[in-house]
Structures are given as C-alpha cells and as structure tokens.
C-alpha cells in the first residue's frame, strides 16, 4: 500500500498552467470547479449540454460555460463529471469528433474505463481522480477547512506528466489535506460499486426494511419501528464515522453491543453468497452493461424499482416521524 501524499508535497501547477473543462455542472462539477477555482486554478470552462438546467448556476458562480464539443476543442485536461451511465454517449457523440490532441481525460470513479464504455486514443493521459465521498462533501469539506481522501490512477499516461496531473487535480479539491493515495480504475470501480449496492445503500435499506416489517409482524407500532430500524441509523453512522466500528461499540450500551456481537456472524453468513455474486457479477461487466442499456432506454426499469421502494409501508411511518421533527423546531 502506498503512503499518503499532502498538499505541502504537491505541486499544483500541472493543472494552474493548463485549461480544465469540466463536463458536467451536477454536484461533482460544481464543487470540482469551485475548490479548484479557490486554489488557484483560473483556466476552468464548465461545458453543458444545450438547455441545461445548470448552465444558470454555473454563470451565476462566475464560470465561462461552453458546450461540450468547444471544451473538446479549447481544453488540454477534460474531467468527464456527469453521470457515468451518460459518459459513452457524451464521448462518442461530442468528445471524441472535437477532441483536442494530446488531451487529458480525467474521471472521478473507475467505472467508464474499466467497464469498456470509453475507449480513449493513445495520444491522451486516462487519469483516475477521486475524492471519496459524495459530490457535495467535496465543497462542504473543503469549505470547513479539511478535505476527502483521495485516490489517483494511471490508465494511460502519453505525456509522462499524468500522474502529477492526477495528484495536483487531487489537491486542487482540498483531497491533499486529508491524504491521497496511489490506487487504480479497476479497484476504484469494484469498491464504489460493491460498497453502494451491498453495504452503504442496497444492504442498509434491506435491512432496515426487513427489521421494519418483522417488528410490525411482531405487534410493535409502525412509529415505533420506524424509529428503531430507520430514523437511528444516523446516530449510529455518526459515531462509526468518528470512532471506527470498534469506537461506535464503545459508545452505545452493553445490551446493544452485546446483542449485536451474538447476531453479527449469523447476518454474515446469511449474505456472504449474495456479497460474492455481486462481485462476480460487477468484475464481469454485467452490471455495467444492465445499468447502461437501461439508461438508454430511458431508465425504465430504476424508476419502476423506484416506485416500488416508495410505497413501502415504512415510508409512511418515516414521514409522520420527520414531519413530527420538523414541528418541533
């Protein structure tokens, strides 16, 4: 495992002596552009697409925007910040017919690379520059004083500059402050994936939904559960975030702890088989062909599992219990 580099070690010129166009103005773009614009860079284009509903927040905070085929043309390091199930269409249609030879592409996730969506020349640097986190923590860090971790990669480098491109890019975002770290677009991919689907969003709802309906069964108030199963988990992510898992059993009671210990291996083994499939099926490309093609069939099938997952009963619950929130304050 690599050390982690600082800003002080950092060399920021790389990207204050070249122009960045940032593809993309949603909450990476817009907090990209702002922490980079706050350390100095000053050749930064936002590009939109026509009629984009960001192109009034990106010229109210000050920004030259372009479309995406001038920053294409104008640009010597394009960081590709939309969606990444958009990037295919966005490179083939208006990136790669206007590119800049000698161009730099930069990505925030490993996912366009890895999975084959893009296929870069080989006169252009393929640079991996994440700062872990979502889109907004970007600013908000940096605003506080502090930064997110972040991770760099080389998929190509044609100029012999793209590693310190990716690490003053890096740094640029306030990333140098909490420590940056050598990784790759392949591992990058798999965890943002994995880590999304089976832990941090698919595997919490699951089991907050399944301990919601059971205590239900059990007789407990719809409330009640909600409270029990949902509304605490900040509390608990909190002190994680803080503490480590180790810190967060320290801090809550011994009846939790004790409970949680007794419980935690049989809830391991339980989805250890659906853990291994997701990995087998994210390294193979199978998601990623999935998750694209329903993309370009106007995602479909996300806003039908979207609306199934809003007319859970818990939904309810958790409504009359913020709005309870709210009414107190």
Known sequence: MSEALYEAQIDLAPVRERTIALIGYGNHGRSHGLNLRDYGVERILVA????SASREKAEADGFNVVSLAEAAQRADIVSILAADEAHKEIWETQLAPNRKPGQALIFCHGFSIDYGLIDPPADCDVILAA?????????????????????????????????????????????GRAGIYESSFKEEALADILGEQAVLVGGMCALAREGFEQLVAAGISPRMAYIDTVHELKYIADLIHQRGIHGMYAAI?????????????????????????????????????????????????????????????????????????????
Request: net charge negative; hydrophobic share 40%; proline share 2%.
């Open 48 to 51: 939109l697409r026509e009629g």
């Open 131 to 175: 700062a872990k986190g979502p889109g907004g923590a970007v600013r908000s860090a940096f605003e506080a004083g502090g930064g997110l971790v972040g991770f760099w990669g080389v998929h190509q480098d044609a100029s012999g500059q793209a590693e310190a491109i990716a690490k003053a890019y890096l740094a640029g975002l306030g990333c």
């Open 253 to 329: 009671s011994d009846t939790a702890e004790f409970g949680a210990h007794e419980v935690e291996g049989a809830i391991r083994e339980a989805v250890r088989p659906v853990f291994q499939a997701i990995v087998k099926d994210v390294t193979a490309g199978d998601f990623a062909r999935r998750w694209v093609a329903d993309y370009e069939q106007g995602r479909e099938t996300l806003h039908a599992m979207r609306a199934e997952a809003g007319e859970h009963a818990l939904e309810e619950a958790g409504r009359e219990i913020r709005g309870a929130g709210a009414r107190t304050r």
